[in-house]
């Protein structure tokens, strides 16, 4: 985390100083790199979560019902959730999961494993068009031939 | 056993509301039905029965577990059933992990059916068998993989969750090798088939059966490719269906998919049966037949998106697989069950 801070920062700084019209250069492929190792690092984590039954009390994993993150429909939240009773977010139907069916304690919003889940679903779900709102067909996640679903 | 008349099948099938074979006229498959209806056999002798379909339970240890409550209600369904099925099958994933507790649990469930007068057979899931490969299923249910006739059918079950060694060469445990491939999108644990054994054990138990034998076929993995992904698959299912070929037509029944879904190939039938635990997500691929699915689930129900089947066989060797839920998961024009 650190290190892509430091180089983020330090490419502002240089851009700002350098040229007044483009504020700030492109990414350079090494901070691209390292930006994309971060995320890829809390996915993982969010994977192991994900398949994990310490999120629960009753030996059930989010995977028992979301193989591949499928249906947890990241791409339609926030939208009104029936079985909460209001419009939620992503994190707070992950919560939902998490009380209801695992019957395990909630997460605060800005845990790190909070984070973490969300960022495999999303993961999973790269490329699919954004649908606020949307509690009509679910789109399926990305197709897994082989592996964990990520680089 | 009771033998069931064809008035008796009538009569069982109007309590759902329309006779068998009015819902048959009625389907919006007719097209398929009229082609299973033309392979059909003429000449074989049926006596019209039922059976029931139970599978997917995924026990787990702990005392109380909301899955210990949906199969016992599936097994309390299945015994207050008016006629009485003439067996159960189940269609593996007794236990989740393979554990002997988890396995004696189900045991002791299913055998509640015989002490109705119910018998039933059993073949293994992937989560029965991975933790000692399958050596407390065998202690508790004899040969994975079995055939026998009745009323002038011919039933077949066999070990379709067989893979490669995955876990040597890894220096796995035995829990961690069943915790592996307990997740349904294991990636290092490889497709799964029945094996040369049971394909040479196989071809010898039809090879003297006439080609309008009626067939059913039990696996817990379907027999045709639908999510390689998932092992929604068998891998020498190709085998099985050309062994299977010379017959004028085979019903298979799976469990695994814990969905509903059908489909056809050459001279066979294939549908999938609801599991008791929960329901899986349809997989990223389109489905052969998308008129035959389920609907939404409500998550907070501990009772949708699960159930289990009962199937009629008439004398003409058509089926009907009834889904059987207890909330709204299935479109209402396949409440009547789909034909095979
Ligand atoms: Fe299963
Ligand atoms: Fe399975």
New interface residues.
């Given amino acids: 985390m650190r290190v892509v801070k430091f180089f983020v920062m330090g490419s502002l700084i240089l851009s700002v100083s350098a040229n007044f019209s483009l504020s700030k250069p492109p990414f350079t492929e090494e901070d691209l790199k390292l930006m994309h190792e971060e995320l890829i690092n809390l996915v993982k984590k969010g994977d192991e979560l994900f398949h994990s039954p310490k999120l629960g009390t009753n030996g059930l994993t989010c995977a028992n019902c979301h193989p591949d993150a499928a249906f947890t429909n990241p791409d339609t939240f926030p939208k009104f959730q029936p079985n909460v009773g209001e419009v939620a977010t992503l994190r707070d139907m992950i919560n939902w999961c998490i009380k209801i069916p695992l019957k395990g304690k909630m997460l605060a919003h800005d845990s790190e494993e909070m984070k973490a889940l969300e960022a495999y679903i999303y993961y999973m779900y790269r490329g699919r068009t954004l649908k606020p709102g949307d509690n009509t067909a679910p789109v399926p996640p990305v197709k897994v031939d082989s592996g964990p679903g990520y680089p | 056993m009771k033998k069931i008349s064809r008035r008796d099948l009538f009569k069982v099938s109007a309590s759902f509301g329309v006779g068998a074979v009015s819902a048959f006229a009625l389907s919006p498959f007719l097209g398929l039905v009229e082609i299973s209806e033309a392979k059909s056999s003429k000449r074989s002798k049926i006596s019209p029965f039922n059976f029931a379909v139970i599978g997917d339970a995924h026990l787990?240890?702990?005392p109380n577990?909301?899955f210990d409550e949906t199969l016992k209600r599936a097994i309390d369904d299945v015994i207050r059933m008016r006629p009485k099925p003439d067996f159960v099958l189940f269609i593996g994933d007794l236990a989740?992990f393979g554990k002997k507790v988890e396995l004696e649990k189900g045991k002791r469930m299913l055998d509640r059916l015989k002490d109705n007068g119910i018998p039933y057979f059993i073949i293994p899931g992937e989560h029965d068998w991975y933790l000692d490969l399958g050596q407390t299923w065998k202690e508790m249910f004899g040969k994975p993989y079995w055939s026998f006739d009745h009323k002038g059918v011919h039933f077949i079950g066999m070990n379709s969750i067989l893979v490669e060694d995955y876990w040597t060469a890894r220096n796995m445990s035995p829990w961690e090798r069943m915790l592996a491939i307990a997740?349904?999108?294991c990636?290092i644990c490889g497709l799964w088939g029945v094996g040369e054994e049971q394909l040479e054990w196989l071809e010898k138990d039809v090879k003297n059966l006439p080609p309008d034998t009626p067939i059913v076929i039990f696996t817990h993995s379907p027999l045709w490719d639908y999510y390689p992904?998932?092992n929604f698959q068998t891998k020498d299912a190709p085998e099985i269906r050309k062994i299977l070929s010379k017959f004028e037509k085979v019903i298979a029944i799976h469990g695994h998919v814990h969905q509903v879904v059908y489909n056809k190939t050459g001279n066979m039938v294939h549908i999938g049966n609801l599991a008791t635990a929960?329901?899986?997500?349809?997989?990223?691929?389109e489905l052969p037949y998308p008129e035959i699915k389920m609907l939404r689930v409500?998550?907070?129900d501990i009772y949708d998106g699960v159930g289990w089947a009962n199937t009629y066989i008439d004398e003409t060797f058509l089926g009907l697989f009834e889904y059987k839920t207890w909330a709204e998961l299935i479109p209402p024009e396949l409440k009547k069950g789909v034909p095979l």
């Fill in positions: 787990y240890e702990m577990h909301r989740n997740e349904l999108e990636h992904r998932w929960w329901p899986w997500p349809y997989p990223p691929v409500d998550p907070g």
